[in-house]
């Protein structure tokens, strides 16, 4: 039997009624913005066997991953609103109403995906879920996106000096956007979904990402030149619906965390694994491949210093200095 709709606590909750009429199935709607084959589809996969398991079928996941219900600004969009459960995309999205999370994204703040998981996984994390609640989210997990790098069409990038003027795409996240104007370079904020097609335009010099998704949305098709500047680690949130959540019993509250967990496990895993494997696919398709000398790196953290006290016009002084203190224990 379809799913009917019916209003729950005034929100959009997908209800299956069974053939016996005497028990109902919750059925909850996922959204992702990553293609088929990145390890966070993988992980709504796994997320959603896991709960349909530990419900014992009495709530049903269904997952719409590959941008199938819109761009990602769409989909948090549809979270808060209630027209869906969960979506499964970059912090960065959240970062307008929730600007804490900018304090975890500033340039070369973490040297290894390690103390990027020890941060986030302990008191940070609890002070960012804390955030996310005031805005009606229930953060469910944080998984890897990755080490972000800069890939262009006019000219490698291997000093500070390279980027000046290089139209670039990032994120809608401000200190993302503050730390390449310090480097001279020209970004604009734009949704993922509308990228392929800016750059196969020449509307853009450029864009960065993480090396899984460089090459899972196949932007060597029309960019030239690769460059590892990992100048921030991203993370991927699972950001829930709170009054959804709320309305569910405790139980399956907690196999929903349950199934996460799980979820979070595999998906980090998986995407260290293949990470450097995805850039030996990008050279391997025909990029070129240029590392950015150490010297240089240490340039580009030098001229993005300032971005730190930039954000505290924006976000609590006091959670920046949390941020910096943890990630130098």
Known sequence: MKPELSSVFGLTLAVTVLASGLSAQTTLRVAGNFPEEHTATGAMQIFKEEVEALTNGEILVQNFPAMQLGGAQENVDQVRSGAIFAVFTSIAYFTRSVPELEAVSLPFLFDSREKAFEVMDGEVGDVMDAALLEEGFVNLGYM??????ATNSARPLTSLEDFEGIDIRLQPNEVHLDSFRAIGANPQPMDISELYSALQQKVLDGQENPYNIIYTRRFFEVQ???????HFFDFINVVANADIFNSLSPEHQEAVRTA????VEWQRAEAEKLDLEFRELLV??????DPLPDEERARLREATAG???GLKARVDPEV???VLTKVSE
Do not use: P
């Open 144 to 149: 890897e996106l990755g080490f972000r790098h």
């Open 224 to 230: 030239e030149y690769l460059s590892d500047t990992g």
């Open 260 to 263: 996460m967990r799980k979820a």
């Open 284 to 289: 391997a398709e025909g990029m070129q491949y």
């Open 307 to 309: 971005v730190a006290e």
């Open 320 to 322: 920046i200095e949390m």
